[in-house]
T-cell receptor
Framework: AQSVTQLGSHVSVSEGALVLLRCNYS??????LFWYVQYPNQGLQLLLK??????LVKGINGFEAEFKKSETSFHLTKPSAHMSDAAEYFC????????????FGTGTSLTVIP | DTGVSQDPRHKITKRGQNVTFRCDPI?????LYWYRQTLGQGPEFLTY????????KSRLLSDRFSAERPKGSFSTLEIQRTEQGDSAMYLC?????????????FGSGTRLTVV
């Protein structure tokens, strides 16, 4: 079985500050891990994915995430927050042996303070 | 590539009515997925198709929910005898066969309000 836990349902950062959104996963098989972003009244847009290649994954809009198996974590970071980063962020896991469905976390709402 | 299209964007219905939503996936994508997202939650998997075959439907919320993809292209999700608890965003996504490595492309969703 697969699941993810996102710590912190709301995160606020100042513009230009580091963004850190936390995700821990549980998986009975090697996982594939994803971060999605959702703007109000929109669908989900893929930010980045981990699929067992490099553990440090770079995505769109300056975001990156590091897969740490020992910590079962896949935290999302961005060195400098922009106002346009304000959105809801979801971590998701799928089983690498099937990949038929994703299990999403409950999301983290990011607020960027000018 | 026009992305994944969902219709309608918004639907308000009275309790007890039937509703049907449509999803048009990216044309070359052979997998199509339906998810439900309630307020403050992440998307919850409902069902998926590979071409016209519905390969997983045990996660559909009740027998009031059904989905079809008759020609392996667009799909419909029907909810019969709607209840207030069905109010949610219904998301469709599509992908190529090897979903696990590539992730999905999501549509913008259909927001259902049951009054």
């Amino acid at each position: 079985a697969q699941s993810v836990t996102q710590l912190g349902s709301h995160v606020s950062v100042s513009e230009g500050a580091l963004v850190l959104l936390r995700c821990n996963y549980s998986s009975s098989v090697p996982p594939y891990l994803f971060w999605y972003v959702q703007y109000p009244n929109q669908g989900l847009q893929l930010l980045l994915k981990y699929t067992s290649a490099a553990t440090l994954v770079k995505g769109i809009n300056g975001f990156e995430a590091e897969f740490k198996k020992s910590e079962t974590s896949f935290h999302l970071t961005k060195p400098s927050a922009h106002m346009s980063d304000a959105a809801e962020y979801f971590c998701a896991v799928s089983a690498s042996n099937t990949g038929n469905q994703f299990y999403f976390g409950t999301g983290t709402s990011l607020t960027v303070i000018p | 590539d026009t992305g994944v299209s969902q219709d309608p964007r918004h639907k308000i219905t009275k309790r007890g009515q039937n509703v049907t939503f449509r999803c048009d996936p990216i044309s070359e994508h052979n997998r199509l997925y339906w998810y439900r997202q309630t307020l403050g939650q992440g998307p919850e998997f409902l069902t998926y198709f590979q071409n016209e075959a519905q390969l997983e439907k045990s996660r559909l919320l009740s027998d009031r929910f059904s989905a079809e993809r008759p020609k392996g292209s667009f799909s419909t999700l029907e909810i019969q005898r709607t209840e207030q608890g069905d109010s949610a965003m219904y998301l469709c996504a599509s992908s190529l066969l090897n979903t696990g490595q590539k992730g999905y492309t999501f549509g913008s969703g259909t927001r259902l309000t049951v009054v």
